[in-house]
């Protein structure tokens, strides 16, 4: 994906370098306890998953879109650079999730979020986490809230149609 979608925003696929860049983007947040912590390593590993926005050039944003099967995919590491926050970036990386993600034949998105708001804004609706398979939690066990989670859980249908094998 390299699409243009506005004079200052690009969404596109990330490249080995922007490794550094997603990295010590990512960091702070993970600090927060917001979203897990990546080391350089695993960016590496999972790079093939992950969109970038770039913001005048500037990565601004970043989020990873993670496959489950056929009928279902993750939007995590979502973070947006505070200096780019309130210009849309969020919502242009979700959507290019989606896009990309329908593009494959995933036909159902979720997140596990602590911002519902905007992701409901994006058509997103509330499920209880026991909804979600499984095997979604072999990541979760390594967040320090895992036995306590606070996160929300919300998802997206992105076809009514599955495709066959």
């Not at 939007?75 to 989606?98: F, I, K, M, N, T």
Request: glycine share 6%; aromatic share 10%; charged share 20%.
């Amino acid at each position: 994906m390299n699409c243009l979608v506005n004079p200052h925003i690009s969404i596109r696929n990330a490249v080995v370098d922007d490794v550094e860049a997603i990295y010590q983007l990512l960091k702070p947040f993970a600090k927060k306890d917001i979203i897990l912590q990546r080391n350089r390593d695993n960016i590496f590993q999972h790079l093939q998953e992950f969109l970038v926005a770039e913001y005048d050039g500037i990565l601004a944003g970043v989020v990873c879109a993670h496959i489950y099967g056929r009928d279902l995919a993750e939007v995590r590491s979502l973070v947006v650079d505070p200096a780019y926050q309130q210009h849309g970036v969020g919502r242009l990386l979700v959507e290019g999730c989606e896009q990309w993600l329908a593009g494959m034949g995933v036909t159902r998105v979720f997140a596990l979020t602590y911002v519902t708001g905007f992701f409901i804004r994006l058509g997103y609706r509330i499920v209880s986490k026991e909804s979600l398979p499984h095997k979604i939690w072999t990541v979760c066990v390594h967040c320090s809230r895992f036995a306590d989670c606070d996160e929300v859980a919300v998802e997206k249908q992105l076809s009514d149609t599955i495709s066959n094998p």
